[in-house]
């Protein structure tokens, strides 16, 4: 919750609330929203400096002497930097004070981070893995199927209707997908992953609306679309038993990206899939600039 300030202070509960409007993907919004929080309540504690760039490069400091990630506090920063875009707007800063905190520089990232994702044995395991003899299992089933088989995001797999798959050109697709970024993409569908949506309809007997639904213990389908939260539950469900510890939606998302780039994909077509805004994200989730499937030192001739 944000605190209440002096009256020199800026109002940043009003300034927060516009930065979040400002933003269109409900992932940065809850992003921002928490990393705002947390620079007020580090804010209030250093006891309300004046929100200049120099306050910025101390939190910059202390989020990096709590050790997070480049990663996590360059969100944080780009938070701050927007709610500084928002004061400027509404006559809080000046233009040049706003200018100054926009320049405050974040983290830069050394190497290339790993990632997380399955082998096509484990991905098959997993996709398997639940009871299609239950409503429950054959939802699943699509989730997990959407997941891997289309490379959407846990949030795109909650929106879906069943509106929303068209046959264009003699095949299943997802056109117009509204995407991170407001970004726009078709996202082919594959045959099989069209038969486990089938099967889950027809079980189901649904036919417009929502296509993935909550089903209670006696095996009832509800009306109300699943929740990203649920999405995530599920995969986190199946993949336990597996000893997939600590696997997220997202990890399938690059399974989906490697399994396609094995089968001998096209890296601009992967990324047309994706939605992705440059090939360079593309090949961080293929980690195509280091081959870890045959290692440059796997044979060096030392092995016994």
Not at 85 to 100: N, S
Not at 153 to 170: H, I, P, S
Request: glycine content about 8%; proline content about 6%; some cysteine.
């Amino acid at each position: 919750m944000t605190p209440a300030l002096p009256a020199a202070v800026p109002d940043f509960s009003r300034l927060k609330d516009l930065a979040l409007s400002a933003v269109s993907s409900p992932h940065t919004r809850r992003a921002y929203s928490q990393a705002l929080d947390s620079f007020f309540d580090w804010y209030v504690a250093a006891g309300y400096p004046p929100f200049d760039k120099t306050v910025v490069q101390n939190w910059r400091t202390e989020l990096q002497r709590r050790g997070l990630a480049p990663a996590s506090i360059n969100v944080r920063l780009s938070a701050v930097r927007r709610l500084a875009a928002e004061a400027e707007e509404a006559g809080v800063l000046a233009p040049a004070q706003a200018a100054a905190l926009a320049r405050v520089k974040g983290i830069r990232r050394r190497g290339v981070r790993a990632g997380n994702w399955l082998t096509a044995e484990q991905a098959r395991r997993l996709l398997h893995s639940p009871d299609l003899g239950t409503p429950r299992g054959r939802r699943d089933h699509v989730i997990l199927a959407l997941l891997l088989g289309c490379g959407l995001r846990r949030a795109e797999v909650a929106d879906l209707k069943m509106e929303n798959l068209q046959l264009r050109g003699g095949r299943w697709v997802i056109p117009d997908l509204v995407g991170k970024g407001n970004r726009l993409r078709t996202v082919p569908v594959p045959a099989w992953v069209k038969q486990t949506i089938d099967l889950w309809l027809t079980g189901a007997g649904l036919s417009s609306g929502p296509l993935l639904r909550s089903v209670n213990k006696a095996g009832r389908v509800g009306s109300q679309p699943l929740s990203e939260r649920v999405i995530w539950q599920v995969v986190r469900a199946h993949a336990g038993p597996l000893g997939l510890s600590g696997l997220a939606p997202h990890d399938l998302r690059r399974t989906c990206a490697k399994l396609c780039r094995a089968a001998g994909g096209d890296l601009e077509q992967i990324q047309l899939l994706l939605g992705h805004a440059s090939i360079q994200t593309t090949e961080r989730y293929l980690g195509t600039r280091q081959n870890l499937d045959v290692a440059v030192n796997d044979h060096l001739g030392l092995e016994p």
